[in-house]
């Protein structure tokens, strides 16, 4: 059979563009069994691991349907963590780019009036969690009488977490004509029923389960009480020397103490976990994605879905009670073909919850002794080399398509009657400039935003000291976010 290409699938040249820029050669499995059907506009179950691609198996297909004109959402996206919701938001803005789509993440503990003001905007995807998205809804600031898709992602998850009430809430008060998507590692009954009474006779992708663990995965187990842990993980990370590691607790109050451990001995590390301040927490995420520090000491939060390149160690500091939650943060290495370790703590009195992970994974974890103290010893020259290294900055899968995109800002908006046609009209006045070459235009009150395509940011700045905008010279820069 001939290899499906993502131009067999009819989408728009400005998506392809974008796929092409993201690095994306060919469609993963799950792509290839969901775009089709997507498009074709039918409700659909999909089983499936994070890592597999899954985000753009629903992210191209829903920004092939937008109607980049229309103004009120289109596109409904739930998530049950922050981390994945803005994730998520960032993937659908790099596939819609060229196509000009604007989506908007909202999740709780930020300023609820600062979301309200970017969907007063024209948005076409929304991209929340249950709670915040449902206060948006309830208060009369995000409409859905457009919505044509509703996509719930990680659906065990939101179950496991207790937001299966609200998503339920959030389903009832969308337009009955949409098509609804539902991802999820297994679909546990409660969320078949929920299926069952709001989904149209969908269709089951399943992307085979079994190579969720095997694979590149090495895993090992030492057994260690909890009160040597500390002095466990410091032994193996020296050994191991990882370029770059989650370390998993199940308490906040251990990721606290892990942490700060860690800290004190100068290693290059962060944290994550749900007690945190919201800045906080996405400021870590970001940090390690970039590879600014080598160790992230997290709660589960950190576990679902999240996307982080090129994580070679996966350390379950405490193993984890739940036996699907050793599969999702184990998933956190060895993405895309690369190899990755798991290594669990386990202690004499968690057999039980083990034998129920081997059981469930259906291998059994080999058992291993902790490093001895020569060892430590002649590996602590290598270790302490690459802690004192400056960080190696991870290469950013979206750099390539956004590199010859800048972001202008101009001293007029909202206040002064400034419209995206005004602002259209005035940059395309500037020789060599066309409207292709305007992305995303955001105005605010008294400032907009504009995203100048194709390298011509240079041009456009140079050009706006001489043409007017509503009949006035308007004070143009480079933008700094
Ligand atoms: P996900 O399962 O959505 O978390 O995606 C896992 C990773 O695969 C992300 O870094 C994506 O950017 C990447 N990815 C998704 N689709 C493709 C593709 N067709 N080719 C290469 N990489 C992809």
Known sequence: MKELNFKDFHISEEILKALVKLGYEE???????????????????VKSKTGSGKTASFGIPICEKVEVEKGKPQILIITPTRELCIQVKEDISNIGRFKKIRSTAVFG???FVTQSRELKQRTHVVVGTPGRTLDHIDRGTLQLDEIKYLVIDEGDEMLNMGFIEQVEL?????????VTMLFSATIPEELENLCKKYMKNPITIEVTPEEVTEGNIEHILYEVEDKYKPRVLNKIIITENPDSCIIFCRTKENVDNVYNGLKNKNYPCGKIHGGMMQDERLEAMKRFKRGEFIYLVATDVAARGIDVEEV?????????????????RTGRTARAGKEGKAITFVTPYEDRFLKDIEEYIGFSIPKVEEPMEYEVESAKEAFLEKIKAAPKIKKDKSRELNKDIMKIYIN??????IRPGDIVGGITSIPG??????GIIDIQDNISYIDILEGKGKVVLEGLKSVTIKGKILKAEKARK
């Open 170 to 178: 959030i389903i009832n008060k969308l337009p009955s004509n949409r």
């Open 433 to 438: 400039i066309t409207a292709d070459n305007i």
């Open 312 to 328: 070679t160690h996966i350390i379950n500091y405490d193993l984890p009670m739940e036996k699907e939650s050793y599969v999702h």
């Open 412 to 417: 007029a908006g909202k206040k002064k009657k």
């Open 27 to 45: 469609p993963t499995k799950v792509q290839k069994e969901v775009i089709p059907e997507a498009l074709n506009e039918r409700d659909i179950i």
């Open 109 to 111: 503990k930020q300023s």
